[in-house]
């Protein structure tokens, strides 16, 4: 007995699925870095201290979170990259600011997902 194949033709789609302009794709892109960004908790919280003080000392945050130098420099350049934050060097000590612009974007990014 042999088994015959049936070929089947593409069904058309529910919907019409619009192409990403590469404008859009690149927004896309700086989009999903920040959301990496903010997809920690420590980093939220982070960036919730700062803009609760407006400015926060390097040397004020490390005790407050109860982490490591290293670790907190490193959560900081998260941020910084993303655009998240400022840094400002007085001194020997870095002062860091919310990027209120960028927290901003993030929101605007979102809202975009659903139009």
Known sequence: MATQLKTQTPQPLCC???DI???DEAKLTESA???K???DETRLRMLKAISHMHEMCECGIVPV???SQPTI???LKVLREAG???SERRGQWVWHRVNEKAV???VRSLSDLTI
Do not use: D, E, M, Q
Request: hydrophobic residues 60%.
């Open 16 to 18: 019409s699925i619009k």
């Open 84 to 86: 998240l934050i400022t």
């Open 104 to 106: 901003l974007t993030a």
């Open 33 to 35: 870095a920040l959301f």
């Open 73 to 75: 420099s490193y959560h």
């Open 37 to 39: 960004a903010l997809s």
């Open 21 to 23: 302009a590469p404008a």
């Open 65 to 67: 979170f109860g982490l």
